[in-house]
């Protein structure tokens, strides 16, 4: 398959974008005469087609991946996001986030001019909302396979299971230490 040329790179990015998945559009903003019935026929060419498909697929987000995103800021804890010293204060860890891969559950991080931080997390109850939507909690139609107090133990077990392997992979540094020749 021969690569799309530059018209026709145009051609999906304004099918993708602006044009809104209209064929006749596109190719107008691409620049193509007789946009009408040209840009139907190509968005059935293969190579472009194949293009769109794969641009779209690099995009999208799983259904299971959102109900996971929601369920994560619907079960989220500040104290993950924190390190308290012995008084009082407290700092916010991102290294600790970005371990986890919690860097979504935080909507602002500010750091104030007196040198304290402020951390805001996405708000919990209309991720609950639509977690209890989803499973159809508040029509008395609700599924048998997953409770939210399933999937919160589940996240929290996960989130248990990280803090042991750190704490494993800490211990194993301090064991391993500087080690010269054996005499």
């Not at 077990?157 to 054996?182: C, H, I, M």
Request: proline content about 4%; charged content about 30%.
């Amino acid at each position: 398959m021969r690569p799309l040329s530059y018209q026709q790179r145009l051609f999906v990015e304004y099918y993708l974008g602006e044009s809104e998945a209209s064929a006749a559009d596109a190719a107008r903003r691409a620049g193509y005469r007789c946009p009408e019935t040209l840009g139907p026929r190509l968005v059935k060419r293969s190579a472009i087609r194949a293009a769109i498909d794969a641009r779209v697929e690099s995009v999208a987000i799983a259904a299971n991946e959102v109900l996971a995103r929601i369920a994560d800021v619907a079960t989220s804890d500040l104290l993950n996001f924190i390190q308290v010293d012995p008084g009082g204060d407290w700092k916010v860890d991102l290294k600790q986030v970005q371990r986890l891969g919690l860097g979504h559950l935080i909507k602002r991080l500010r750091k104030n001019k007196d040198g304290s931080s402020e951390i805001e997390l996405e708000a919990r109850v209309p991720a609950l909302l639509k977690l209890g939507d989803h499973y159809k909690l508040w029509k008395g139609e609700a599924q048998s396979q997953l409770t939210l107090v399933e999937l919160a133990k589940g996240l929290s077990e996960q989130y248990d299971q990280l803090q042991r392997e750190e704490r494993a992979d800490k211990t194993a540094e301090s064991l391993s230490g500087p080690t010269g020749p054996v005499q």
